[in-house]
């Protein structure tokens, strides 16, 4: 039982590190020979204008539901005026990137692994290959580089939204004045708070990407094997996500401990 | 031209090929037959970088293949092209973009009307009409698919075709014509190395047939001399072609 435990640690956390090497060669290939600004284009257009209305929807709801349950708290404790600057720094520290790149999993990283499982599954990879194409320039990079830009973007997009959001239920359910709401959020919203979310938004976008790509880069099997190599991307990407967040949150709370913040 | 030597290739640790060795020669038709997973495509896959070799070594014009950079593979493939099983043409692409891959990908043309000209001269080769450059490879049926890969190898111009399986999955009037355009195509000069298990094919179009059995070159034949051949597989590929005829 320990042995199969072990076993199966050990080559989750093989898969892991072939993952982040397979991102990196990806990064340092856009970094050398930059991405095809046509492909590129093409795949911001699908994981990142596609969805928006899912993060407008979210974000919406996800500002409402922060509002409610921090105005519960803070009530209890005669600071309800300050729901606004407290709901918005938790969305744009934790919760925001978090669900942004869960939305992008869904959305986005199951759909990429699909596809590039298809193609190699199909031997378009390897064609490509033999007509002294890079395939990891032509369809890694772009997806991988669209996965963080959008990430990035969704989260800005899905704060503004969150804060309306936040507001419109403050203003419905508690009477809060909207401009109140809005008013608190510089008090809790430090450049720190905004460098964080930031940060984490950039790191999942680099995750999911490398995750959804990897899998579907080396699928095998045929159509099952797709099926599970989209299953496998998702889970890996969701943990993935949840791992992450708890380690960079770690460790800039150190950092910040560190110079007495 | 292409040279295997003591070439061994395992996956863990089952060995699909096991010092195998063979020979074919520049202009030469020859046809590779064997039973399903003995190894007969991963010998083409070896041959042109997509998986590494275990031990031996592989020659292309007298060069080894394990001398080779990058760069250098690049080239092998140009002259070497690998026709897949599957079209494996790119999916969201036209005909005209798929065939202009290898053209754009090696710098083959110095303008786009040169490159619409090397284009539209391999897809009438093939004999496919030039109103098909500008659909998708899902609208076309899976033979015509098949010819555009062809197409495809051509208009990089390399002189070495390796088709596998090219007739699996076709019709009697489909699988004729492929075997037709490669039999012209070996005619014409390029060195043809086919994988398949169609006897029929074979024994239409091949200069040499090889056969693939115990991970290593079992037999080397010709069309005339097969019949009298012993080897059992053989006996049973002759037998199974010859009560199924073409019609």
Redesign the interface.
């Known amino acids: 039982m320990l042995a199969r435990f072990t076993e199966n640690l050990k080559s989750k956390v093989e898969n892991f590190g072939a993952v982040l090497r397979f991102g990196f060669q990806a990064l340092r290939l856009v970094a050398t020979e930059g991405v095809p600004p046509r492909l590129l284009t093409e795949q911001l257009f699908e994981c990142g204008v596609k969805a928006i209305p899912t993060t407008l929807v979210s974000g919406f709801f996800v500002g409402a539901i922060m509002a409610i349950q921090i105005e519960l708290q803070l009530r209890n404790f005669g600071a309800e005026g300050a729901v606004g600057g407290v709901a918005t720094s938790v969305t744009i520290r934790n919760v925001g990137p978090v669900l942004i790149g869960f939305i992008l999993v869904g959305k986005v990283g199951a759909l990429t692994t699909a596809v590039l499982g298809t193609m190699r599954v199909t031997d378009q990879i390897d064609a490509l290959t033999c007509l002294g194409v890079d395939p990891i320039r032509m369809l890694v990079a772009p997806r991988l580089i669209a996965a963080i830009i959008s990430c990035f973007l969704l989260l800005t997009i899905g704060l503004i939204v969150s804060v309306g959001g936040g507001s419109a239920l403050a203003w419905l359910n508690f009477g809060t004045n909207p401009w109140h709401y809005i008013s608190q959020i510089p008090k809790f919203v430090s450049l720190e708070s905004l460098l964080t979310g930031g940060f984490k938004s950039l790191a999942f976008g680099t995750l999911l990407g490398s995750v959804a790509c990897y899998q579907g880069y080396w699928a095998t099997g045929g159509a099952a094997g797709v099926g599970k190599m989209v299953r496998k991307a998702a889970i890996n990407s969701l943990v993935g996500i949840i791992v992450a967040d708890f380690f960079i949150s770690w460790i800039i709370s150190h950092f910040l401990r560190g110079i007495g913040h | 031209m292409i040279e295997f030597v003591n070439v061994t290739k395992r996956f863990e640790a089952q060995a699909v090929l096991e010092k195998m060795s063979l020979t074919i020669e520049k202009g030469e038709i020859v046809f590779l037959i064997g039973r399903s997973g003995v190894g007969k495509s991963v010998s083409l896959?070896c041959l042109?970088g997509?998986l590494k070799l275990d031990a031996g070594e592989i020659r292309f014009d007298g060069r080894s293949t394990a001398e080779l950079d990058e760069k250098e593979w690049?080239g092998l493939?140009?002259r070497c092209?690998?026709i897949?099983?599957?079209p494996?043409?790119?999916?969201s692409m036209t005909i005209y973009d798929n065939l202009a891959?290898?053209i754009r990908?090696?710098g083959l043309a110095a303008s786009r009307s040169n490159e619409r000209g090397l284009i539209e001269r391999e897809i009438a080769q093939v004999g496919l009409d030039l109103s098909l450059l500008k659909r998708y490879p899902l609208e076309l049926s899976h033979s015509t698919q098949k010819r555009v890969?062809v197409a495809?190898a051509l208009v990089?111009g390399s002189e070495a075709l390796l088709f596998d399986e090219p007739t699996t999955g076709l019709d009697p009037i489909n699988t004729a014509r492929i075997n037709q355009l490669i039999e012209g195509l070996g005619r014409a000069g390029r060195t043809i190395w086919v994988v398949s298990h169609d006897m029929h094919c074979a024994l239409a179009v091949a200069d040499r047939i090889l056969l693939l059995e115990g991970a290593h070159i079992a037999a080397d034949l010709t069309p005339k001399t097969i019949r009298s051949s012993n080897h059992p597989l053989i006996r049973q590929f002759l037998e199974e072609a010859d009560a199924r005829p073409l019609h």
């Open positions: 896959k042109v997509l690049m493939r140009r092209s690998l897949f099983q599957n494996a043409l790119i999916d891959l290898g990908a090696m890969s495809r990089v």
